[in-house]
T-cell receptor, first 114, second 115 residues
Framework: DQQVKQNSPSLSVQEGRISILNCDYTNSMFDYFLWYKKYPAEGPTFLIS?????DKNEDGRFTVFLNKSAKHLSLHIVPSQPGDSAVYFC?????????????FGEGTQLTVNP | EPEVTQTPSHQVTQMGQEVILRCVPI?????FYWYRQILGQKVEFLVSFYNNEISEKSEIFDDQFSVERPDGSNFTLKIRSTKLEDSAMYFCASSLGLAGSHEQYFGPGTRLTVT
């Protein structure tokens, strides 16, 4: 099942710089996208989301961009901090109403070096 | 801040035994979910639950799995006869259920080890 794909298993950036995490999807029915952050031995923590009717959503240091024609989304973290080091998952939902399943990507391990 | 809780954090069981994983969703949430993550693999959807019945389930959620909301706060996942391949992290999640709101909030997980 490759409906949501994160092609980079890992990313390393310097503190203060921008982190860009990428995600691609194949299912045209997906209409809502979410990013989660996960530390070892914890559950995924919701970060930010975007509806398919938008192309950008911003929350503090986190911005998600959606390119529907390319079926691509990205998460930008500016400035990156060492505490941002975690696994980041992209997820997608395919229903207009709440309560539908999330389909996850494989995750990208972000390491922010001091 | 309200959070989803899960017990136990780690469960070890023998193949063929029944296990029950427990979750307390966020109190005003209406939708409840179970996901699992086998080591080294993606987080996979198992089942969603709304208004005291299953609203959606995946192909993984076969007859050996069941879910229940036995009271006003708990949400459980039962695996009737565990197999080695059921070893995974099991995450419970809940969501508000408002129109346009798809955010699901996850618990810390239960690590199930089947020997």
């Amino acid at each position: 099942d490759q409906q949501v794909k994160q092609n980079s298993p890992s990313l390393s950036v310097q503190e203060g710089r921008i982190s860009i995490l990428n995600c691609d999807y194949t299912n045209s029915m997906f209409d809502y996208f979410l990013w989660y952050k996960k530390y070892p031995a914890e559950g995924p923590t919701f970060l930010i989301s975007i509806s398919s009717i938008k192309d950008k959503n911003e929350d503090g240091r986190f911005t998600v961009f959606l390119n529907k024609s390319a079926k691509h989304l990205s998460l930008h973290i500016v400035p990156s901090q060492p505490g941002d080091s975690a696994v980041y998952f992209c997820a997608a939902s395919a229903k207009e109403t709440s309560g539908s399943r999330l389909t996850f990507g494989e995750g990208t391990q972000l390491t922010v070096n001091p | 801040e309200p959070e989803v809780t899960q017990t136990p954090s780690h469960q070890v069981t023998q193949m063929g035994q029944e296990v029950i994983l427990r979750c307390v969703p966020i109190s005003n949430h209406l939708y409840f979910y179970w996901y699992r993550q086998i080591l080294g693999q993606k987080v996979e959807f198992l089942v969603s639950f709304y208004n005291n019945e299953i609203s959606e389930k995946s192909e993984i959620f076969d007859d050996q799995f069941s879910v229940e909301r036995p009271d006003g706060s708990n949400f459980t996942l039962k695996i009737r006869s565990t197999k080695l391949e059921d070893s995974a992290m099991y995450f419970c999640a809940s969501s508000l259920g408002l129109a346009g709101s798809h955010e699901q909030y996850f618990g810390p997980g239960t690590r199930l080890t089947v020997t």
